[in-house]
């Protein structure tokens, strides 16, 4: 598996070789009608971008909060579960975070992934440090690059290379 920080599994997706099975998610921002302020967050099919559904919003109703959002967790494994269940030669999780790991479902399903035979798994986590996200960092079969955005052009090939070489070798 091949895990970034700071980065968004949109760009990760620019590094995946043309023509590869990809299944899973990636997490994109949703802006108010007036465009002006980020109201939440969507997951997204990366084969479908118009498979969306709600990951978090500020002011829905719910118990789970991370800052100002409130996270639409049924929604969120509704989209995210099955997405996480398509088989793939290459599986993009963006991201294993905060919000999302208030998914117990989630989290197992992260689990199998990673134990997938014949699977490369590009995802996303953050740099602050949780629980979780530190054990599968710590996996023996866990490659970890942190990007920034003043690094994320150059690491675009190191992480593209990385994945070439390990999607040859599966």
Known sequence: AVVSTQSTGKHLLETIPTGEPVSGFYTEEVRGD???GRIGFDVVSVTDPSSRSKLARVGAPGRHKVGKYTVCKDGFELHALPLLSTPSRVMVIDE???MELFSDSFKRKVGDVLNRP???VIATVPVQPIPFVNQLKAREDIVV??????????????VGDKIQEILSNL
């Open 34 to 36: 007036d465009g002006a």
């Open 96 to 98: 294993i975070g905060k």
């Open 118 to 120: 014949m699977t490369l």
């Open 145 to 158: 690059f942190t990007i920034t955005k003043a690094n994320r052009e150059e690491m675009r090939g190191v």
